[in-house]
């Protein structure tokens, strides 16, 4: 992953150069013991990610009774293996239908796991189509599954922290030219308009914070450094939550839910209360049935 030129925005050499001799070595300590704060107890022992996304795939394929698989697009399960699983459950499989877990345009997440599958998709002949999938920031099965998700967590809340994954400015820039179907920025604001609509928030009582960045020139303020100023400035309970990561995973369970938390509670905070993703939740499960529908 921290070697994708479509996240480092560099040339792949410099990017691959940098991700095994600078970023991997510094990270992979830092990492490791965050992942021992939240890996699943059930065993075999599973990241929450793929705990929660199994458990979102056996769910729609309940559901509907059609076939589900999981496609990673740094890890595994990959996304050969996916289509090898969907082979194996339907062997007359005519189409498949992406769905990616970013309801959000991101050069680094949409653009990057479009270009992955289309080059193992044309690797070899497929009995079957591709169908993606668009940016579902604004769909109203998705606001409406985010908002009920949200809704018990938001008593006795003066204010909701929004977190989204930080990107590097000149990636924002260069997407938010081509138009607001690329526009990062523009769509998480209006996934945050429609959500605070819906449940008659105030956006001036709301905050946009970004988390993850590697380095000063991405998309500010940030999570692990502005949360802490939260209290002082009468910001005393919050509740907390990540609409662009449908999944709970360490940015999620660890960087808000612990390192965030520890930060504003130390600061002075009186309550801090984090949202789960919607996960498995049979809102999200009967949500993305309707966004695959479009209607």
């Known amino acids: 992953m921290l070697s994708d030129p479509h996240l480092t925005g560099y040339p792949e050499w410099l990017s691959i150069l940098l991700a095994r001799k600078i970023i991997a070595p510094l990270s992979v300590s830092k990492s490791a013991k965050k992942y021992r704060q939240i890996w699943r107890s059930e065993e075999p022992l599973l990241s929450p990610l793929l705990y929660h996304m199994r458990r979102l795939a056996d769910a729609l394929e309940s559901k509907k009774g059609l076939p589900v698989a999981i496609g ?89 922290v929004f977190s989204y994954h930080s990107l590097p400015v000149s990636q924002v820039e260069a997407a938010w030219r081509k138009g607001k179907e690329f526009d990062y920025v523009y769509q998480l604001k209006e996934t945050n308009r429609l959500f605070c609509e819906k449940l008659q928030i105030n956006l001036h009582d709301t905050l946009i914070l970004y988390s993850s960045q590697r380095g000063n020139n991405w998309l500010k303020p940030f999570l692990n450094h502005d949360i802490s100023d939260l ?65």
């Open 72 to 160: 990673m697009r740094y890890g595994e399960p990959g996304i050969a293996e996916a289509f090898k699983e969907l082979e194996r459950k339907c062997p007359l499989l005519h189409e498949v239908i992406i769905f990616p877990l970013y309801p959000h345009y991101a050069q680094s997440t949409t653009e990057t796991i479009t270009d992955e599958i289309g080059r193992i998709f044309y690797k070899r002949p497929h009995s079957f189509r591709l169908k993606f999938v668009e940016p579902y920031y604004q769909h109203p099965a998705y606001i409406h599954a985010l908002t009920e998700q949200a809704r018990p967590y938001l008593e006795d809340i003066n204010r909701v």
């Open 231 to 295: 209290p002082g400035l009468g910001w005393k309970k919050v509740a907390a939550l990540a609409p662009g990561f449908p999944v709970d995973n360490m940015e999620t369970l660890y960087d808000i839910d612990i390192e965030a938390r520890r930060l504003f509670m130390e600061a002075g905070g009186e309550k801090f209360t984090f949202i789960p993703s919607l996960n498995d939740n049979d809102i999200w499960v009967e949500a993305i049935w309707k966004i695959v529908e479009k209607p």
